[in-house]
């Protein structure tokens, strides 16, 4: 594990977190989302769990993120929250 | 109501952070799970099931009855999401309009009141969302979807020596007819795939699952005990293990597809199926 990298996707996981929290456009925060599913997937491949990682990749990454842009589509685009 | 709610993730937050404390620290060698269990799977998998990546041996081979039931968890998603959000036409509604688009000159028909227009190679049936698909979007995943599913298909094949498997290759064949869907489309997709093709291939999955063990059992070995199938392949009963693997990961690949395509379809058209995203 080289620590650099390591704690710089660390700090982009917890922004894209919170950032997906707080964003009130819903397109913004499923794309942060993606991101930080993206972000989870090279932990995981730091950490050496190479299946896992292709699991979030295609799934948590990809479709996903098409789910829920397909949701946002359905419904008004800024929370009211 | 907001500021409990913080409150209640704060603390529920703490108090893992207190207890991750008190796991063994990343890849201890002395940690319970890596004396006794990760070493026998390490050195016993390859003579064992003579499969080189462990991670699909454990997933489809020792723990396959779990995975087995994950498979059943991903069918019911399908279902469920099928039951919520799909609508179908009821007959006392009036007779819906029809849009019909010359493929070649752009010019569109409506007929109304339920007249339909026999099948025809210039004339493709629009609904009244559509738009105009983008040409260089439309050329570029024409190009992209065959070496997405030739990907899908080797992520399910290869699983045995790479990372991947059967709900790896799934998604990404799914992804495949959801790009489609996206570039063209939904009326495109759901010509190549039809509803009732989705959901029959969705339980097929689940069942070939099913059946690999339930053979098994019929040839006298447990459930999903795959060197029962030695006899059938005609091959020594530790390849039989690696064969079995690859056909439950079959199943839960095609089971995997067909539930990312349905959900999709489902969600993007309010279980209309007319003009998606």
Avoid at chain 2, 119 to 131: C, G, K, L, N
Avoid at chain 2, 255 to 264: C, E, F, H, N
Wanted: proline share 4%.
């Amino acid at each position: 594990m080289i620590w650099p990298i390591d704690l710089a996707i660390l700090t982009l996981v917890v922004v894209a977190a919170i950032g997906a929290l707080r964003v009130k456009d819903l397109l913004g925060a499923s794309i942060l989302f993606g991101s930080y599913s993206f972000m989870m997937c090279l932990l995981w491949s730091i950490m050496g769990a190479v299946d896992v990682a292709f699991t979030e990749a295609s799934v948590g990454a990809g479709v996903s993120t098409v789910l829920f842009v397909a949701a946002v589509f359905r419904t008004s685009r800024r929370t009211r929250d | 109501m907001k500021i409990i709610g913080l409150i209640i993730t704060v603390v529920t937050g703490a108090l893992l952070f207190y207890a991750a404390g008190d796991f063994p620290a990343w890849s201890d060698p002395a940690s319970p799970a890596s004396t006794y269990l990760s070493p026998h799977f390490i050195e016993k998998t390859m003579e064992e099931t003579s499969v080189p990546n462990i991670v699909t041996a454990v997933l489809a081979d020792y723990r396959s009855f779990d995975t087995m039931f994950e498979t059943a968890v991903i069918f019911s998603a399908g279902v469920v999401c099928f039951f919520l959000l799909r609508i179908s036409r009821r007959e006392d509604e009036e007779p819906e309009t029809r849009y019909y688009r010359h493929v070649l000159t752009g010019v569109t028909i409506q007929l109304k009141e339920g007249h339909k227009m026999p099948p025809s190679a210039d004339f493709e049936r629009i609904d009244s969302m559509w738009t105009p698909p983008d040409l260089i979007i439309k050329t570029g995943c024409r190009l992209l979807i065959p070496f997405v599913q030739l990907f899908g298909l080797y992520v399910i094949a290869h699983g045995h020596h790479s990372p991947g498997g059967g709900f790896q290759g799934g998604v990404i064949l799914g992804a495949s007819v959801i790009l489609l869907a996206i570039s063209h489309d939904l009326r495109t997709a759901v010509r190549r795939m039809s509803e009732k093709l989705i959901g029959i291939l969705c339980a097929a999955g689940v069942l070939i699952y099913a059946c690999t063990g339930a053979l098994c059992l019929l040839l006298k070995l447990n459930f999903l005990d795959y060197s029962a199938l030695a006899g059938i392949l005609h091959v020594d009963p530790i390849t039989a293990r690696s064969h079995g693997i690859l056909m439950v990961e079959i199943g839960v690949g095609i089971a995997v597809l067909a539930t990312m395509i349905w959900i999709y379809n489902n969600i993007s058209s309010a279980g209309r199926y007319r003009q998606g995203l």
